[in-house]
């Protein structure tokens, strides 16, 4: 059980380059979250699934497009990359629960940094 | 969506009990708390949540008062291995717009 693992560790972009980001989750859960983490800033949601083929903007989507097609997958694209996309990204996910606020499981993240 | 205020960074040494409160004013009826620990390159953790009162798990303790408008989480006995950033999160089931603001940097020190 691996839990949610994102691909991949670290990259190096050039500005105006487009990449993916993938996570991938093996517990079965309805929901996916895309975060990024600057210094100083905790998390900040970008984009959100609660469901296969389903995606909803988060704090700050703007440059960033997302896919659920599987529901063990979620994926973030940079179309074009800006500096200001420099970051930590860190995919999580989490399953309903009645009453309760869900518990959110997080991967190990991605280190993008873009010259 | 309830907002918190916690502090940004505290101090221990190994051994003590470190007490952390998050501040959220705003808290709705069907609001929980939860609190999350992040280390170093990796993503958090969930470490314990709670509706009122207590609760107390197998690494820390959530005190809750009557009015909900704060919350402390306790680390009993801290060790140099709990130094990590620690988030307080309110809100309830399909709230998926969670803010983790910037946490509580907790550095313990031997």
């Known amino acids: 059980n691996a839990g949610v693992t994102q691909t991949p560790k670290f990259r190096v972009l050039k500005t105006g380059q487009s990449m993916t980001l993938l996570c991938a989750q093996d517990?079965?859960?309805?929901?996916m979250y895309w975060y990024r983490q600057d210094p100083g800033m905790g998390l900040r949601l970008i984009h959100y699934?609660?469901?296969?083929?389903?995606?909803a903007k988060g704090e700050v989507p703007d440059g960033y497009n997302v896919s659920r097609l599987k529901k063990q997958n979620f994926l973030l694209g940079l179309e074009s990359a800006a500096p200001s996309q420099t970051s930590v990204y860190f995919c999580a996910s989490s399953y309903p629960r009645l009453a309760l606020q869900e518990t959110q499981y997080f991967g190990p993240g991605t280190r993008l940094l873009v010259l | 969506l309830a907002k918190t205020t916690q502090p940004i960074s505290m101090d221990s040494y190994e051994g003590q009990e470190v007490n952390i409160t998050c501040s959220h004013n705003?808290?709705?009826?069907?609001?929980?708390i939860t609190w999350y620990q992040q280390f170093p390159s990796q993503g958090p953790r969930f470490i314990i949540q709670g509706y009122k009162t207590k609760v107390t798990n197998e690494v820390a303790s959530l005190f809750i008062p009557a009015d909900r408008k704060s919350s402390t989480l306790s680390l009993p006995r801290v060790s140099l291995s709990d130094t990590a950033v620690y988030y307080c999160l309110v809100g309830f089931s399909n709230d998926y717009k969670l803010s983790f603001g910037a946490g509580t940097t907790v550095t313990v020190r031997a």
């Open positions: 517990m079965n859960h309805e929901y």
């Open positions: 705003n808290i709705a009826t069907n609001d929980y």
């Open positions: 699934s609660v469901g296969e083929g389903t995606t």
